[in-house]
């Protein structure tokens, strides 16, 4: 069976710090891989997606930046946070070759704190 | 641009209860919808996944309907649990070929013991 593991689970940033949060995905392969954030009041926003190694698409400019090293491996980056950077991040997944049909299935999260 | 929205906001009932939560889109040119769960400060729950060419999809004591030709789902919660006390989150395909999802707000649920 497939899972998604994201870390770390919680951070508390100061400004101008950078940011790395990790997400990967077992027990499949070529995944479409997801970043969303979830801030209060605001719902979900898509902010990166990827269909393969090194295929990394923005959604919305911003301070963040996303790579995929490998298959299964998607990073969330900052070089420096902001405090507008506060929020929920999610990383999710799809299977191969169902970007449109196919059921979308999300990470823990990563609670993120910028002071 | 795809729209959804959940009604109501929020949802207090006695345990035991059938209950109901909605869930509407703008655009009916949607390929499914998907239904989730969230508790507070943990990630998503996949409940159901409804293609367009279905009309529901049940789970347990979760149903799902889709119509739509009218822009609307409803979740369905047979006889309410404590346990079932959580945010429910409906979605969306954008349009684009991205496969992202439009998001509604969200019905928070409380179910009393």
């Known amino acids: 069976s497939q899972t998604i593991h994201q870390w770390p689970a919680t951070l508390v940033q100061p400004v101008g710090s950078p940011l790395s949060l990790e997400c990967t995905v077992e027990g499949t392969s070529n995944p479409n891989l997801y970043w969303y954030r979830q801030a209060a009041g605001r719902g979900l926003q898509l902010l990166f997606y990827s269909v393969g190694i090194g295929q990394i698409s923005s959604e919305v400019p911003q301070n963040l930046s996303a790579s995929r090293p490998q298959d299964r491996q998607f990073i969330l980056s900052s070089k420096k946070l902001l405090l507008s950077d506060s929020g929920f991040y999610l990383c999710?997944?799809?299977?191969?070759?169902?970007?449109?049909?196919?059921?979308?299935?999300f990470g823990e999260g990563s609670r993120l704190t910028v002071l | 641009k795809q729209e959804v929205t959940q009604i109501p906001a929020a949802l207090s009932v006695p345990e035991g209860e059938n209950l109901v939560l909605n869930c509407s889109f703008t655009d009916s040119a949607i390929y499914n919808l998907q239904w989730f769960r969230q508790d507070p400060g943990k990630g998503l729950t996949s409940l159901l996944l409804i293609q367009s060419s279905q009309r529901e999809q049940t789970s347990g004591r979760l149903n799902a309907s889709l119509d739509k030709s009218s822009g609307r789902s409803t979740l369905y919660i047979a006889a309410s649990q404590p346990g079932d006390s959580a945010t429910y989150l409906c979605a969306v395909p954008g349009s684009s070929n991205t496969g992202k999802l439009i998001f509604g707000q969200g019905t928070t649920l409380q179910v009393k013991p």
């Open positions: 999710a997944w799809k299977m191969v070759g169902t970007v449109n049909t196919g059921e979308l299935f």
